[in-house]
């Protein structure tokens, strides 16, 4: 039987009920019967309008998540009308629900779609209810977790070599393109780059910064320090280089230059200069490492200075110049008096803005071992405690100068394009870099996070090589165990810097170049991050440069995977 024909035979029933005089019983029954055929109307009305608002919420849910997709290109008009049109498609039952829809970019990316309405009652009109009001929402969000990422890039010598620095200019813009992607606003996505060698480029322009330490670059050379040339003292304009060449290599591991190292036209000299602005200065090359190995490609930023004096050298009758050079005697008897001439040398530093930008690894001056240090840390620099700031170093291969958290896109992908190989293999303190641009420090500026919403930071870690230079150790050809442990001492735990940005809650990524067919670097694996639904290592190696394209877009869909609805 139908719900109309029922109630019709009710309203029948109760109408004759109502006027029967057969006695108070009609009445009482018929007074009764209201809340009774009121209470089953209003179940049965009432399941009604949960059907139709279970209907509604689904078709709600099926709009919010295909707004998502569109919603940041439409105008708000645009979107409603979008909306209502998906929901009216998606509903498919009779009755009239109002639809709107909202975007918001407030603690993320959202699109709110909220339906109103009402359903029609068939039996609660006794009761005079004619309607049932109805209405749901429904929210899409992403975006609600933001990205920082570091991308350490290793632009050493080795790269030059089986179209692998190409392969790296592509792949990383390639990269920065999804990561362009998956930013719905400026700012969801910041993205620093770092390349390296031995060491990192700040930037030249920062000579005149507190947190640089110029102690080692302002120096004269260590290895001549203790080691003067025994005619040091009779040396002057004119005279021959002290720094003798054996074969290919100097007795001091420098020549002679006829001005400083890093000015412009200078060149060798086999003669100390006797006229012009340089006359009597006494200039070193570039180290070649055959004295101080940890020198080897260093400029020393100064030359020695030649200013003629004169000393006594013995007095009295018996007084003799003996086998000096540049002596003579004057006066007889007790008056007699041997005198020579000789060469005072002073180092004379170079202007600090002459600086190159180059810095290498902090921390103590002398080979910190397997200690702790604030090269594995991102300890704010401090003009207190010399460790904690960032040393210059005039090296002749400098990498290109860093560039700090930004959304500049188009910037971004410039400065890949004029990367260059050049210079040793220091991973250490390309990824300590890589976490100090996250969190700022030096010229690099980390910008504040918006309490709204998660962040996830990240270093992509990319090196072809293996480590043969740092501050302290090897000879840039060899690869040197000691510069790995300033990473990660396999041999104590794991300690160094990879287990620091662990600590921080950093996700390292690892990517082995190796096109020579040499042995996978543990050292790399040991230090990536392990995925937390796979639990294998972020790590990759690719034995092709093309190899390097396919890993990058790997890595840059699992970044903007953490970007999707939810």
């Given at each position: 039987?139908?719900?109309a024909?029922?109630?019709h ?5 109760a109408r004759r009920?109502?006027n029967?005089e057969?006695g ?7 007074i009764a019967?209201?809340?009774i055929?009121?209470?089953t109307?209003a179940?049965?009305d009432?399941?009604?309008a949960?059907s139709v608002?279970?209907a509604?919420?689904a078709?709600?849910?099926?709009t919010?998540?295909a707004m998502?997709?569109?919603a940041?290109s439409l ?5 409603n009308e979008?909306?209502?049109?998906y929901?009216a498609?998606?509903?498919n039952r009779?009755?009239?629900i109002?639809i ?5 970019t407030e603690?993320g990316s959202?699109?709110?779609?909220t ?6 009652t068939l039996?609660?009109g006794?009761?005079?209810v ?5 209405g ?6 992403w975006?609600?977790t ?5 991308l350490?890039l290793?632009?050493t010598?080795s ?5 692998k ?11 920065l ?7 719905s606003n400026?700012?969801d996505v910041?993205?620093?780059i770092?390349p390296?060698?031995k060491?990192v480029?700040?930037?030249s ?9 110029w ?5 004269e ?14 040396i002057g304009?004119?005279?021959n280089?002290?720094?003798a ?13 006829d ?11 086999s003669t100390?200069p006797?006229?012009?602005?340089d ?15 940890s020198?080897?490609a ?6 020695y200075?030649?200013v003629?004096?004169?000393?006594t050298?013995?007095?009295?009758s018996?007084?003799?110049c003996g ?5 003579s005697?004057?006066g007889?008897g007790s008056s007699k008096?041997c ?6 040398h ?10 190159n930008g ?5 921390g103590t001056?002398t080979a910190p071992g ?5 090269d594995?840390?991102?300890t704010?620099p401090t003009?207190s ?7 210059a170093e005039?090296?002749r ?7 700090g958290l930004?959304?500049?896109w ?10 260059y190989p050049e210079g040793a ?7 300590v870099w890589g976490?100090?641009s ?8 980390a ?5 709204s ?6 270093i992509?870690?990319m ?6 230079l740092?501050r302290?150790y090897?000879?840039g050809s060899?690869t ?7 990473m990660?001492?396999?041999t ?9 940005i662990k600590?921080?809650k950093?996700t ?8 020579e067919?040499?042995p996978?670097?543990t050292l790399?694996?040991?230090c990536?991050?392990?995925?937390k639904f796979?639990s294998?290592?972020?790590?990759w ?9 396919t890993?990058?877009?790997k890595?840059?869909?699992?970044l903007t995977?953490?970007?999707?609805a939810?």
């Open positions: 039987m139908r719900v024909s029922l109630v035979r009710l309203r029948q029933h009920l109502w029967a057969e108070n019983v009609a009445i009482i029954f018929t019967l209201i809340p055929v009121g209470l109307g179940a049965i009432y399941s009604r949960s608002r279970t509604m919420q078709a709600l849910d099926a919010a998540l998502s997709k569109d940041t105008t708000a008009s645009a979107l979008k909306a209502a049109a929901f498609a998606a509903f009779p009755e009239v109002q709107s829809a909202v975007y918001s603690g959202s699109v709110t779609v339906g109103t309405g009402s359903v029609d039996l609660m006794i009761m005079g004619n309607s049932i009001p109805i749901s929402f429904s929210k899409t969000a975006g609600s933001r990205l920082r990422v570091a350490v290793d632009t010598g790269m030059a070599s089986a179209g620095m190409n392969a790296l200019k592509t792949a990383t813009k390639d990269l393109t999804q990561l362009q992607s998956a930013a400026n700012g910041y993205v620093s770092i390296f060698s060491n480029n700040l930037d322009s920062s000579h005149n910064s507190n947190w640089i330490d102690s080692d670059w302002e120096d050379p260590p290895y001549i320090k203790n080691n003067k040339p025994s005619n040091w003292e009779q304009p004119g005279s280089c002290p720094f060449k054996l074969l290919f290599l100097s007795s001091h591991g420098f020549v002679c230059m001005r400083p190292a890093t000015a412009s036209g200078s060149s060798t000299t100390i006797s006229s012009g602005t006359a009597g200065y006494i200039c070193p090359s570039v180290d070649d490492g055959s004295k101080v190995s020198k080897r260093v400029y020393y930023n100064g030359c200075n030649s003629q004096e004169t000393k050298i013995a007095t009295g018996s007084a003799s086998t000096l050079s540049n002596c005697c004057t007889s008096t005198k020579q001439t000789y060469y005072n002073t180092w004379i530093k170079n202007a600090r803005s002459t600086w180059c810095v290498i690894d902090r001056s397997t200690n702790p240090g604030n594995q840390k991102v704010a003009t405690d010399a460790t904690t700031l960032f040393p005039q090296y291969s400098c990498s290109p100068a860093v560039m930004n959304y500049n188009s910037a971004m992908k410039s400065m890949v394009d004029n990367l293999t220091n991973q250490p303190i390309g990824l976490w100090q996250l969190i700022g420090g030096g010229p690099l500026t910008p504040a996070k918006d309490p919403y998660d962040y996830t930071e990240v992509v870690l090196s072809d090589g293996l480590n043969t740092d302290w090897g000879n060899d040197s165990t000691s510069v790995d442990r300033r990660y001492d396999s104590a735990g794991g300690i160094g810097t990879c287990a620091n600590d921080a950093i390292i990524y690892t990517v082995h170049v190796n096109t067919g040499g996978m670097s790399l694996k040991d990536a991050s392990t995925d796979t294998e290592k972020l790590f190696m690719v034995t092709t440069a093309s190899g390097l394209g890993v990058f877009n890595i840059g869909t699992d995977k953490l970007r999707i939810r």
